[in-house]
C-alpha cells in the first residue's frame, strides 16, 4: 500500500485562509472594475461618494475580520 500524506492541521488551516483572501481579493477587483468607468474624468455627474466607496473596497483587506467577516463597503 502507498503511504497516505496527512498535512498539519495548521497547514490546512493557512491554505484554507489563503484560499479565502483570493476569493475576497477577487471580489474586491470585480467590485473596483465595475465601477471604473465612473471614476473616469470625462464621466458625467459620477455618484455622490464613488471616491470613498472605492477607497473603502481597497481597504477591504485592512478590515480586522479579514479575511473571514468582510463588510462590504455600498455605494
Same mark, same amino acid.
Given at each position: 500500500? !502507498?503511504?497516505?500524506?496527512?498535512?498539519?492541521?495548521?497547514?490546512?488551516?493557512?491554505?484554507?485562509?489563503? @484560499?479565502?483572501? @483570493?476569493?475576497?481579493?477577487?471580489?474586491?477587483?470585480?467590485?473596483?472594475?465595475?465601477?471604473?468607468?465612473?471614476?473616469?474624468?470625462?464621466?458625467?455627474?459620477?455618484?455622490? !461618494?464613488?471616491?470613498?466607496?472605492?477607497?473603502?473596497?481597497?481597504?477591504?483587506?485592512?478590515?480586522?475580520g479579514?479575511?473571514? @467577516?468582510?463588510?462590504?463597503?455600498?455605494?
Amino acid at each position: 500500500m !502507498g503511504q497516505v500524506n496527512v498535512k498539519p492541521a495548521a497547514q490546512v488551516e493557512q491554505e484554507r485562509l489563503d @484560499s479565502l483572501k @483570493s476569493q475576497v481579493r477577487t471580489e474586491r477587483d470585480s467590485l473596483l472594475r465595475a465601477s471604473d468607468y465612473m471614476a473616469m474624468p470625462d464621466y458625467p455627474n459620477p455618484p455622490q !461618494g464613488l471616491e470613498v466607496y472605492r477607497q473603502a473596497l481597497r481597504d477591504v483587506t485592512d478590515q480586522s475580520g479579514f479575511p473571514e @467577516s468582510i463588510e462590504w463597503p455600498e455605494l
